[in-house]
């Protein structure tokens, strides 16, 4: 049997850090688009009934954003990024021009995943950390994509706290497991065992249902180990 090169397990961990999130952005990519879609439109409920009608530039910001929903479903990144020189400007644009409206807030989320998925993490940093939202999924897919930046970058004790936050704000079988093992993952590459153990346990006692548990005795029996050398 060859023997494995040195460094070849931790490219192989931080690559499924990482394509953990691209997974989950593929899967439930129409999930975010409708979840993002209903934030705004509830925002424009409230501003309908405060006001008695849409704000003007409100309702041309979501009107614009459309078209970018519509090239991000077909993973037409730079286009939804940048426009198509048309009919439609971007979502870099729509953030410039329409900066107060909930539509560019959305904005900087679906640019944040837009570069994310084009290989820079540091401009998806940028994005995702000026979007706020209170939603349990969107808002912690991107808190947990904010690690996954770090991730990239090299930056992996910056990487967990987002991972944490990420599940303790969703809290829930479908991201929680996520987050938490990919916390897990980075604590293993920190070698600091002990706390990755501490997180395998949680997706095992409190997510037990999820697909992360059904293998996550592995990784505890691997950290377990590990912490004892």
């Given at each position: 049997?060859?023997?494995?090169?040195?460094?070849?397990?931790?490219?192989?961990?931080?690559g499924?850090?990482?394509?953990?999130?691209?997974?989950f952005?593929?899967?439930?990519?129409?999930?975010?688009?409708?979840?993002i879609a209903g934030?705004?439109i509830?925002?424009?409920?409230?501003?309908?009934?405060?006001?008695?009608?849409l704000?003007p530039k409100?309702k041309?910001?979501a009107?614009t954003?459309?078209?970018?929903?519509q090239?991000?479903a077909?993973d037409?990144f730079?286009?939804?990024l940048?426009?198509?020189?048309?009919?439609?400007?971007?979502?870099?644009?729509?953030?410039?021009?329409?900066g107060?409206?909930?539509?560019?807030?959305?904005?900087?989320?679906?640019?944040?995943?837009?570069?994310?998925?084009?290989?820079?993490?540091?401009n998806?940093?940028?994005?995702?950390?000026g979007f706020?939202?209170?939603?349990?999924?969107?808002?912690p897919?991107?808190?947990?994509?904010?690690?996954?930046?770090?991730?990239?970058?090299?930056?992996?004790?910056?990487?967990i706290?987002?991972?944490?936050?990420?599940?303790n704000?969703a809290?829930?079988?479908v991201?929680g497991?996520?987050?938490?093992?990919?916390?897990?993952?980075?604590?293993?590459?920190?070698?600091?065992y002990?706390n990755?153990?501490?997180?395998?346990?949680?997706?095992?006692?409190?997510y037990f249902?999820?697909?992360?548990?059904?293998?996550?005795?592995?990784?505890?029996?691997?950290?377990?180990?590990?912490?004892?050398?």
């Amino acid at each position: 049997m060859a023997t494995p090169k040195k460094g070849a397990s931790k490219e192989i961990e931080v690559g499924d850090i990482v394509s953990k999130s691209e997974q989950f952005i593929e899967k439930h990519k129409q999930r975010i688009i409708y979840c993002i879609a209903g934030i705004a439109i509830v925002v424009a409920g409230i501003f309908g009934t405060y006001y008695g009608y849409l704000i003007p530039k409100e309702k041309q910001a979501a009107i614009t954003i459309f078209k970018g929903e519509q090239y991000f479903a077909r993973d037409s990144f730079a286009l939804a990024l940048h426009g198509n020189q048309a009919d439609y400007p971007g979502f870099l644009s729509i953030i410039d021009d329409y900066g107060t409206s909930s539509s560019a807030n959305l904005a900087k989320a679906y640019a944040g995943i837009c570069y994310f998925r084009m290989g820079d993490p540091e401009n998806a940093l940028k994005l995702l950390k000026g979007f706020k939202g209170k939603d349990k999924m969107i808002s912690p897919a991107v808190i947990g994509l904010i690690g996954d930046c770090h991730v990239n970058a090299g930056r992996f004790k910056e990487a967990i706290p987002y991972f944490e936050k990420a599940a303790n704000k969703a809290d829930n079988e479908v991201l929680g497991p996520v987050f938490l093992k990919k916390a897990g993952l980075v604590y293993e590459e920190l070698k600091e065992y002990n706390n990755a153990v501490k997180v395998y346990t949680t997706i095992k006692e409190k997510y037990f249902n999820s697909e992360e548990a059904a293998s996550i005795d592995k990784y505890i029996i691997r950290a377990s180990e590990l912490a004892k050398n």
